[in-house]
């Protein structure tokens, strides 16, 4: 499960994953971060059962977290199955079935929005 | 055994011909040999999806009360070609809005009428005797219009060329997003599908034939722009009715960085008479091949990194350099597919019947570059030749020095044997006095990551790298990287002075 973390040093500066990773036991992968004196944005990945339980203690640290059901959408009626998409995502989230129907793991994508521009139909939106 | 076109449309009348599609052909080919097969089908039906540019439709508006002659046209702010008949116009695919750009063009407006969309027409004229009127302003459906036919001068590619960049940056082009470092490696076309890889000798694919068009039935013209089946790239010019065709087969697309195009549909039947269209029907994925070009190289005759083929293409991998990279379509096969079945399904019912060409395709063309008369500029007609040098051992103040004597603002850094090895500014000198630090000598201060141009490479490329690195000068270097010129922003404002004004 996919959290967008978003934090301000104006509140402190406590250290956010290290705390969190501490104080919950919950592994947290950072798929990608930009950190700057003052302050940032993280999009992290936990194990879903754990969501609730990082997005919260966070919230206690001062961040303000958002969890992501939908990184990324595809809007069917303008999506014709041709896969340019495929070959530019970093993450795999894009394959085709047995039937050459595009089909998506939304969970793997990483906001990276390379597939956004990459659509010739303009079938796809990533958050954020 | 031989089949006549007769005896095959009787089959299909009766509603017992035999089709397949092209797909399917292969293995059918394969169980029940050549005779088998020639035999058994009647009929194989090919199917491509994919963005063809060269698309587009003329309308007819009917006259307006008082009436005008149309001279420039637009249809949702997009200009259609006015030249021809007073309510006449052409509308291209790739013509992209007044005020939306590349967002919204020809194509949009294609698939806004066929979704039943309205339209906004506005079209201007000087007036004349018989034709008052000085404009007109209306809001259009399709079914308002006279006809809406679609005459498309270059579709279904017989192959494409796949594309994959080997610089160090993103490319935008018509084959979509390339990654840097030879990232990706993007392709289009059917393939095993694909109308003219199954009829590559144009035996039964000419002008005349009724085909599938964007979900309607339309017809070939006859060989299409740039055809060259010569070099295993024919192309078709087909016409239909844009009023019976389907949003599901014709689709408005933007090539992010490069513009608008449409995708649509394009299927052909073909009817199987001999034992040649048999073979020629079989063709598999692994039998089509082409290059993988790198679109890295701005010039026209772009190198190709290997041949592969169709069943490489879409097995999602192929090797570049040793190294797997992925690839993916711009052309959907899986509406090919649809189109290959719904021009089965035609057939089998017996609602589209076949026909030899009345205008044969040569399939021995093959199409030439452009005759230039003139010559495009190159760097070495226009660069500076008196480039003032240093070496890198020197220290600043001879720097400062031979840029105050040789009035210029750039010094470049050369090696013994006179190659190239860094740039020096002045402003890399002004710093370097105004802050005095460990900085003594030419190496210290020199940008070492230089981008050069060549003598003989066209002066837009160069100018396109300064406005790219926001840079003001290029050294310009041969083979041996030793330094012939230098061409800066003052050098390209000749061109507007010269002889290479227009």
Not at chain 1, 51 to 71: F, N, P, Q, T, Y
Request: aromatic share 6%; glycine share 10%.
């Amino acid at each position: 499960m996919k959290l967008l973390v978003n934090f301000s040093r104006k509140r402190g500066s406590e250290p956010i994953i290290a705390k969190a990773v501490k104080e919950t036991g919950v592994l947290i992968m950072v798929d990608r971060a930009q950190i700057d004196p003052a302050g940032g944005q993280m999009l992290i990945d936990v194990p879903r059962e754990s969501c609730r339980l990082v997005s919260d203690k966070m919230g206690e640290l001062g961040a303000d977290v958002r969890i992501l059901e939908h990184a990324v959408t595809l809007d069917m009626s303008e999506c014709v199955d041709c896969g340019a998409c495929i070959s530019v995502c970093p993450r795999e989230v894009f394959t085709f079935d047995a039937g050459w129907r595009l089909s998506m793991k939304e969970d793997r994508c990483v906001l990276c929005g390379r597939c956004v521009p990459a659509c010739p139909h303009r079938a796809l939106s990533v958050l954020v | 055994m031989e089949k006549s076109i007769e005896q095959i449309n009787t089959r299909i009348r009766e509603g017992n011909a035999r089709v397949v599609t092209a797909d399917e052909m292969p293995a059918l080919v394969a169980e029940l040999g050549e005779q088998g097969a020639l035999r058994e089908v009647d009929v194989v039906t090919t199917g491509t999806f994919g963005a063809m540019c060269s698309s587009g439709a003329f309308f007819n508006f009917g006259h307006a009360d008082p009436p005008i002659r149309m001279e420039r046209v637009w249809l949702n702010d997009v200009e259609a070609y006015g030249g021809i008949a007073a309510v006449d116009a052409y509308l291209g695919a790739t013509q992209q809005s007044e005020s939306r750009g590349i967002q919204y063009g020809g194509a949009h407006v294609l698939e806004d009428f066929v979704s039943g969309r309205r339209v906004e027409l506005h079209a201007v004229s000087r007036g004349t005797d018989c034709y008052p009127r000085r404009n007109v302003t209306t809001e259009l459906i399709l079914e308002d219009l006279n006809q809406a036919i679609m005459v498309n001068p270059r579709n279904a590619y017989q192959r494409y060329n796949a594309a994959t960049n080997s610089t160090d940056r993103t490319l935008y082009t018509y084959m979509g997003t390339l990654l840097p470092g030879c990232g990706n490696v993007s392709f289009s076309g059917a393939g095993t599908l694909s109308p003219l890889s199954n009829d590559p000798q144009f035996r039964v694919t000419g002008g005349g034939v009724p085909i599938f068009l964007g979900g309607a039935q339309g017809m070939i013209v006859g060989e299409g722009t740039q055809h060259s089946p010569a070099k295993g790239f024919g192309t078709l010019m087909v016409t239909g009715d844009l009023k019976q065709m389907s949003p599901q087969f014709l689709r408005a697309a933007t090539m992010h960085g490069y513009g608008v195009t449409l995708y649509i549909g394009v299927g052909v039947p073909i009817p199987v008479l001999d034992l040649d269209i048999v073979r020629a029907t079989a063709v598999r994925d692994e039998d089509i091949e082409v290059s993988v070009i790198d679109y890295g190289v701005p010039s026209r005759d772009r190198p190709a990194l290997r041949t592969v083929n169709y069943a490489e293409l879409k097995s999602g991998q192929v090797e570049l350099h040793g190294e797997p990279v992925k690839t993916s379509s711009l052309s959907s096969y899986r509406r090919a597919r649809e189109v290959a079945v719904a021009l089965k399904g035609w057939v089998e019912q017996g609602k589209m019947a076949l026909a030899l060409p009345t205008r044969p395709i040569d399939p021995l063309k093959a199409a030439r570059p452009m005759r230039e008369t003139g010559r495009s500029p190159r760097v070495q007609d226009i660069m500076d030749r008196n480039v003032v040098s240093i070496g890198d051992d020197e220290v600043i103040k001879a720097a400062a020095a031979k840029l105050l004597k040789g009035e210029t603002n750039h010094l470049v850094v050369v090696d013994r044997e006179g190659r190239l090895v860094g740039v020096v500014t002045t402003y890399d000198v002004s710093k370097a006095i105004v802050h005095p630090g460990k900085a003594k000598v030419v190496g210290d201060i020199m940008t070492r990551k230089v981008i050069t141009a060549t003598p003989d490479e066209s002066v837009d490329i160069a100018a396109q790298k300064l406005e790219r690195y926001n840079i003001s000068a290029l050294p310009v270097t041969d083979t041996a990287n030793r330094v012939q010129g230098m061409l800066t922003a003052i050098d390209l404002g000749k061109l507007f002075g010269g002889r290479w004004r227009r």
